[in-house]
């Protein structure tokens, strides 16, 4: 399966408009916002590690698993047009790699799906 590398979130704003105005899931090891973009626009990850996680050893490593999973993940669907910030809680290290490939598959699988659910009142 080849690993898709998708861009990168380069500006802080970026990451305060994914907070502000996207959707939020929490699970053990992480925290994911996203931001639905234009369809045709490609996918960008932000990756975000505080103090609280660790030392700067734990936080590499944390952002290192995160984005691999991100990576892997990405590869695996279809999806387009979102920015996704993924932010590492303390247990991002030594939750299970599985388990977190699985919960991050999970949350961008139901925002697909929302995605494309028709909306209230649309034609």
Do not use: C, W, Y
């Not at 925290?31 to 030392?55: E, I, M, Y």
């Not at 700067?56 to 387009?80: D, G, K, Q, S, V």
């Amino acid at each position: 399966m080849p690993r898709a590398k998708p861009e990168t979130l380069p500006k802080r704003a970026d990451f305060l408009r994914a907070a502000a105005r996207g959707r939020k899931s929490a699970r053990p090891g992480f925290v994911v916002q996203l931001l639905a973009t234009a369809p045709d626009a490609p996918v960008r990850l932000g990756l975000t590690a505080s103090r609280k996680v660790g030392n700067a050893a734990h936080r590499n490593r944390a952002r290192r698993r995160l984005r691999a999973a991100a990576r892997l993940e990405l590869a695996a669907r279809e999806i387009a047009g979102v920015d996704i910030v993924m932010i590492a809680r303390k247990d991002s290290g030594s939750v299970d790699f599985v388990r977190l490939r699985a919960e991050l598959g999970d949350i961008l699988d139901r925002h697909a799906e929302m995605r494309a659910a028709p909306r209230d009142g649309a034609p």
